[in-house]
């Protein structure tokens, strides 16, 4: 074995074949890997990702001064030779890999997994494994959750429906130590972040490639792959470190939303929307609901309408237009329209706008520009979707003369793109697009491009800022973006992402953490979540989902992609009129449970909103919340229609802080989601928030729908001095406690 040593941090190969036999936390007595290890490395040719070395070479590199550095060097076959780099610095606990590999054979290289770090023991059983899949994914004890050759195997970035929605992971055990594994990549270049269970021990590895393949071209890496050795201070000290890199890349430059100009961000959507829907058909009159729920939320609500609106067809059931004329003219319910208008709310139609049936009208152009999809995309999602390839004039084009026809038409507020950018692995392996095959990197700038210029027609057109959503979310897509739409913040009770570990959401093994709010969100688009109905069928579990989304920064959903309306005066909407063919239910329209949503949707926009909306997310207080076990009913989707209850937390809690102004304030928001009182006792440390000197405090609650709440003075405080504070929660209400001056 060749071992770097600092002190703080060992790292081990072997000298017979590379791969890493030894991963040491010296400062904290961990050893990850202290075995044969797996292998150094996979390449992907024709026959799928393998291990295949015929030569190994090493040598240390002596002009590196400054810690200890070994260049590594496979050669795989003729003309075709793989070369790693491991560097450990002085005093570092950091350890940085790069690795290019050269090809001047005949044949073609699709992409390379290195690092390998394999034959990794757990820390302990409390250990949690936090990915950034579907923005932000913690396992508990991974090697236990995990089938054989399963869990995070293939996460490809960037993507975010079955991929990495950021470039970092963290594997740890809180109180022990942990991992911090990231790439710094500011480039846009496609890889997988990947953690996961092989031979009954965890591994973990960095895929990269799919930039431009063809015989004699190789690949590289050339930004770190880091692997970090940490505390094991929760997920948060992982998102910590990535943060400080993460906020100075490109998609962070058009800086905070609270500094953007009044043309640069959604206003409304930011500071007005206290609901959103999804889904409520946009053909067929829908004013008895939009009424309803107007009347009882009070506050603005963004619809985004269903798919029904098109000249063609736009259903799950029975297809997708093709070509500009399928789109328009286009069919909305002119009721529907005005009616939104005079409440004052918004909306913005569904739109699958990439996705086309190449058998229709424009069919010749349509099938020369279909993404041509890798035979192994390593993913879960097989995506097996008609899809334009955005690199082409033709779908560059066709976006934007589609999009500002619908506006002309509509007078939409926004547009909605459902599986777009985010839900799709960035590879197309046409050789006639004017783009390299593979084309990893280009795929995402020509998204952003697209993005990009359809925004400024649409803009342009409608005299007035036009924001753009879409399903899911990417850090790559965030200056591009206003909002998204997700739904595993509802799990176990809603569907989509996160579907291949629905049994670990279930037991609680796995569960969804806020991680790419964390980290983005005083610059991200608006996060839109629930999978909601306001019925008392869909279940207990409602009151803590609808809390939780509001408390981290997200609108609350009500959606009816798969299922019907609330039945108002005993009628609901009828499956024929949908875009999925459901069952009816009959489940009434609950007043009760539109009002429990009402006092956030009056937090969002009065008091809290310049923290749920432009805030930073802190750290939690915390609390000792009393566990609940909540029922829940999933019936809005095409299969998997299921019920049960899961154990949650009782009170849920979150800590904002606002630095927008000159003076920076923060607010701890507290909701009670169970029927019964509870008291809550947690300590205050302002100074570990960065505040400094005295505070006034005071608590809201009863918050409507017109901004009004009621305000109780909690005294001063010195930032100096840690507070204990103690407040007595009435049940299902919503509390902020604000610090400020
Ligand atoms: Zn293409």
Not at 148 to 157: A, I, K, S, T, V
Not at 392 to 415: G, N
Not at 683 to 691: A, M, N, P, R, V
Request: with cysteine; hydrophobic share 35%; aromatic share 14%.
């Amino acid at each position: 074995m060749v071992i770097l040593d600092n002190g703080i941090a060992a790292i081990g190969f072997s000298k017979t074949d590379g791969s890493i036999v030894y991963l040491g936390d010296l400062k904290r007595g961990i050893r990850y890997v202290e075995r044969p290890g797996t292998v150094p490395f996979r390449i992907e040719m024709e026959n799928g990702l393998d291990s295949c070395c015929s030569r190994f070479s090493y040598s240390r590199n002596e002009s590196f001064k400054d810690g200890q550095a070994y260049e590594l060097t496979w050669v795989i076959e003729d003309g075709i030779v793989l070369n790693g780099l491991i560097q450990l610095d002085d005093g570092s606990d950091q350890i940085v890999f790069k690795s290019r590999l050269e090809n001047s054979s005949e044949k073609s290289v699709l992409a390379v997994e290195y690092p390998v770090i394999g034959n990794m023991d757990s820390i302990s059983e409390d250990d949690c494994l936090a990915h950034p899949y579907v923005t932000g994914f913690l396992v508990k004890n991974p090697l236990k959750s995990f089938d054989e050759d399963g869990g995070l195997r293939f996460m490809p970035y960037p993507e975010s429906f079955s991929g990495a929605s950021m470039q970092f992971f963290t594997y740890y055990a809180r109180g022990k130590g942990g991992l911090y594994a990231a790439a710094y990549d500011p480039d846009y270049y496609q890889k997988w972040l990947n953690f996961y269970k092989s031979g009954g021990k965890l591994e973990l590895s960095h895929i990269y490639g799919y930039e431009d393949i063809g015989a004699g071209k190789g690949l590289k890496a050339d930004y770190p792959f880091v692997v970090k050795f940490i505390n094991g201070d929760d997920w948060y000290e992982a998102a910590d470190i990535y943060k400080e890199w993460a906020v100075r890349q490109e998609w962070t430059q058009k800086g905070t939303l609270y500094s953007r100009s009044e043309n640069e961000k959604a206003v409304w959507l930011l500071e007005d929307t206290g609901l959103s829907t999804f889904g409520i058909n946009a053909k067929h009159d829908r004013t008895k609901w939009l009424k309803a729920f107007h009347d009882t939320i009070g506050t603005s609500i963004f619809h985004i309408l269903g798919p029904d609106w098109v000249n063609d067809v736009q259903t799950f059931g029975m297809g997708v237009p093709g070509g500009y004329d399928d789109w328009v003219p286009t069919k909305f319910n002119k009721e529907n329209l005005v009616l939104i208008k005079e409440q004052g709310d918004r909306f913005a139609p569904f739109e699958f706008d990439f996705l086309v049936d190449p058998n229709k009208s424009d069919s010749e152009n349509l099938k020369k520009n279909l993404i041509k999809w890798p035979k192994d995309p390593k993913s879960h999602d097989g995506y097996k979707f008609n899809m334009l390839c955005p690199c082409t004039d033709y779908t560059k084009d066709l976006h934007i003369k589609r999009d500002v026809q619908v506006l002309k038409e509509a007078q939409v507020d926004s547009m909605y793109y459902d599986i777009s950018a985010n839900n799709l692995i960035k590879t197309c392996m046409d050789n006639s697009h004017g783009h390299p095959v593979g084309a990893g990197r280009e795929m995402t700038l020509a998204y952003r491009e697209i993005y990009k210029r359809t925004k400024e027609a649409l803009s342009e057109t409608a005299g007035k800022y036009i924001p753009l959503g879409t399903e899911m979310m990417n850090e790559v897509f965030i200056d591009v973006l206003d909002y998204y739409q997700a739904r595993a913040w509802a799990q176990p009770c809603s569907a989509l992402e996160t579907w291949p570990f629905s049994s670990l959401m279930k037991t609680g093994m796995a569960q969804m953490i806020p991680m790419f709010t964390y980290v983005y969100h005083e610059y991200a688009p608006v996060r839109l979540d629930g999978w909601g109905k306001l019925v008392e069928e869909i279940g207990e579990l409602y009151y803590h989902t609808v809390a939780k989304i509001y408390l981290w920064g997200g609108l609350y959903e009500l959606n009816y992609e798969y299922s019907p309306m609330e039945a108002i005066d005993g009628v609901e909407t009828r499956p024929e009129e949908h875009y999925w063919n459901f069952e009816p239910k009959g489940y009434k329209f609950n007043e009760e449970r539109a009002k429990y949503i009402s006092q956030f949707a009056g937090l969002r926009t009065g008091h809290g909103n310049k923290y749920l909306a432009y805030g930073i997310m802190k750290r939690p207080v915390n609390i000792r919340s009393p566990k609940a076990n909540l029922d829940w009913h999933h019936y809005n989707h095409n299969t998997n229609l299921e019920r049960g209850s899961i154990e949650v937390d009782a009170i849920l809690t979150s800590t904002w802080l606002f630095n927008g102004d000159e003076n920076a304030s923060l607010a701890v928001m507290l909701a009670n989601t169970v029927n019964k009182k509870e008291e809550v006792t947690f300590e205050l440390d302002l100074k570990s928030y960065g505040l400094s000197g005295r505070y006034k405090l005071r608590l809201f609650s009863n918050f409507d729908s017109k901004g009004n709440a009621v305000e109780e003075s909690m005294g001063e405080a010195d930032a100096a001095e840690k507070q204990i504070i103690s407040i007595d929660l009435e049940p299902k209400k919503v509390y902020m406690l604000e610090v400020y001056r």
